[in-house]
């Protein structure tokens, strides 16, 4: 049909306008099989460059011509001083300037956004995949801490007793000093159990000996946790000296 003008509009004074509204009604694109439609299916549509798309559904901005956009735009500029009061229903143009418009909402519009939601799923982020980025970027973060100050943090799986990790030779001669302690201790406590009793007595002269009266006593079992933790000490020295 091409340039169709709405003749016979009038402005609010009554007066016919200056400039008649037109419009160029062959911007449109196919959507029927016996014209050469263009492509409706997301198949057929994602191929399309971007400026394949723009061109073959009409899709130019407001400052370029041969698209929908500048084309309603100018018709509605156009019709803006006129009378809205005025009928227009009978005036010449205006049936086929219905059936142009009427075409593009129900055919043009529902095909354009066909286009736009098939482009959109194309191109959008797979939350998803981004969530589990996010997890193990967050996962190598807090084993990147541990490996920095590995006492700092332990797992479910690591002891809770406080010794330094990696394990040190100072923390081993520790535990074994520990050790041996106890297992003196557990074996007065054997012995103890069995009737088996020891007196050990410290004389009062001397520097040792004053030192080691000046501790507390403990009732029986002072001299087997002294004897321990002395053992425990002595050999922990030998261990560190001699390896």
């Not at 700092?152 to 799986?157: H, Q």
């Given at each position: 049909m091409g340039l169709i003008t709405l003749n016979g509009v009038n402005a609010v004074a009554g007066t016919p306008l200056a400039n008649q509204p037109r419009i160029n009604t062959d911007i449109s694109f196919s959507t029927t099989a016996d014209q050469s439609p263009v492509a409706q299916e997301c198949t057929t549509i994602l191929p399309l460059t971007q400026d394949a798309v723009t061109t073959t559904y009409k899709l130019q901005d407001a400052s370029t011509a041969g698209g929908f956009l500048k084309n309603l735009t100018d018709f509605k500029a156009a019709l803006e001083p006129a009378d809205q009061n005025q009928q227009i229903g009978s005036l010449?143009?205006?049936?086929?300037?219905?059936?142009?418009?009427?075409?593009?909402?129900?055919?043009?519009?529902?095909?354009?956004?066909?286009?736009?939601?098939?482009?959109?799923?194309?191109?959008?982020i797979d939350q998803g995949a981004l969530d589990a980025q996010k997890e193990a970027t967050e996962e190598s973060k807090t084993r990147l801490?541990?490996?920095?100050?590995?006492?700092?943090?332990?797992?479910?799986?690591?002891?809770?007793?406080?010794?330094?990790?990696?394990?040190?030779?100072?923390?081993?001669?520790?535990?074994?000093?520990?050790?041996?302690?106890?297992?003196?201790?557990?074996?007065?406590?054997?012995?103890?159990?069995?009737?088996?009793?020891?007196?050990?007595?410290?004389?009062?002269?001397?520097?040792?000996g004053g030192f080691l009266g000046s501790l507390p006593s403990f009732g029986d079992i002072g001299p087997y946790l002294m004897g321990g933790v002395l053992v425990g000490v002595v050999g922990a020295t030998l261990i560190y000296r001699y390896l």
């Open positions: 010449s143009g205006y049936s086929d300037i219905n059936t142009y418009l009427s075409d593009i909402e129900t055919r043009q519009i529902p095909v354009i956004a066909l286009v736009e939601s098939c482009r959109k799923e194309r191109y959008q801490e541990r490996i920095r100050n590995p006492e700092r943090a332990t797992s479910y799986y690591e002891g809770w007793f406080p010794i330094f990790r990696p394990l040190q030779e100072q923390t081993l001669l520790a535990l074994f000093g520990v050790a041996m302690a106890l297992l003196v201790l557990s074996l007065y406590i054997f012995l103890k159990l069995s009737d088996v009793e020891f007196n050990v007595s410290i004389a009062s002269g001397g520097a040792v």
